[in-house]
Nanobody, 117 residues
Framework: VQLVESGGGLVQPGGSLRLSCAAS????????MSWFRQAPGNERELVAS????????NYTAPVKGRFTISRDNAKNTVYLQMNSLKPEDTAVYYC???????????WGQGTQVTVSS
């Protein structure tokens, strides 16, 4: 299993970023996918999940209405569009297979998102 996250960076409050996660080593098209994040000193937490076909999504309350999870099964890639970013969104963002949980124990390197003026 390989999960490669990208798209993070430094953005001002209110700004936007689009994260990508390229997955390989498992059957992506039949796998639900999730995004997680870990802020310094905190445990890793679930951010959003999407079903294998993309028809079902779930968001943690703090990001609902601001973040959108999507996927492209032809590219084995899952995305996280993040709008109206807040300083409390600052974290390293990771993806994993699974719906509302992480299927695999191994994680990618993550992508750092820093929201600061």
């Amino acid at each position: 299993v390989q999960l490669v996250e990208s798209g993070g960076g430094l953005v001002q409050p209110g700004g936007s970023l689009r994260l990508s996660c390229a997955a390989s080593g498992f059957t992506f098209s039949t796998s639900s996918m999730s995004w997680f994040r870990q802020a310094p000193g905190n445990e890793r937490e679930l951010v959003a999940s999407i079903s294998s076909g993309g028809g079902l999504t779930n968001y943690t309350a703090p990001v609902k209405g601001r973040f959108t999870i999507s996927r492209d099964n032809a590219k084995n890639t899952v995305y996280l569009q993040m709008n109206s970013l807040k300083p409390e969104d600052t974290a390293v963002y990771y993806c994993n297979a699974g719906y509302l949980r992480a299927r695999y124990p191994d994680w990618g390197q993550g992508t750092q998102v820093t929201v600061s003026s």
